[in-house]
């Protein structure tokens, strides 16, 4: 069973910074692209940033400059630093990793969501 643990996110004041990690485990062929997500009261999930394996990136618009995307490939792991937050980064932040469970056999995995309030 594949499985995305989150950790990170929590409270702080406007322009200030947080990290979140998160990590697959369980059985699994590969680990392919993984990325942020990230889904206001109100709003649809939003893609925040992504990363392919080989390293390449995405950013919204709106993070840019602000927020980096990296992994871990031997750890399985993608983390989102995340500074200047504003308020209206604030969100239930989501995990998602695109894995091969085996070869040709590829699923979409979410994280259980950890909650960023960035105060004005």
């Known amino acids: 069973q594949v499985q995305l643990v989150e950790s990170g996110g929590g409270l702080v004041q406007a322009g200030g910074s947080l990290s979140l990690s998160c990590a697959a485990s369980?059985?699994?062929?590969?680990?392919?692209?993984m990325g942020w997500y990230r889904q206001a009261p109100g709003k649809q999930r939003e893609l925040v940033a992504a990363i392919t394996s080989g390293g390449s990136t995405n950013y919204a618009d709106s993070v840019k400059g602000r927020f980096t995307i990296s992994r871990d490939n031997a750890k399985n792991t993608v983390s989102l630093q995340m500074n200047s937050l504003k308020p209206e980064d604030t969100a239930v932040y989501y995990c998602n990793a695109v894995i091969d469970i085996s070869y040709g056999f590829r699923r979409d995995y979410w994280g259980q969501g950890t909650q960023v309030t960035v105060s004005s």
């Open positions: 369980g059985s699994f062929f590969r680990v392919n692209a």
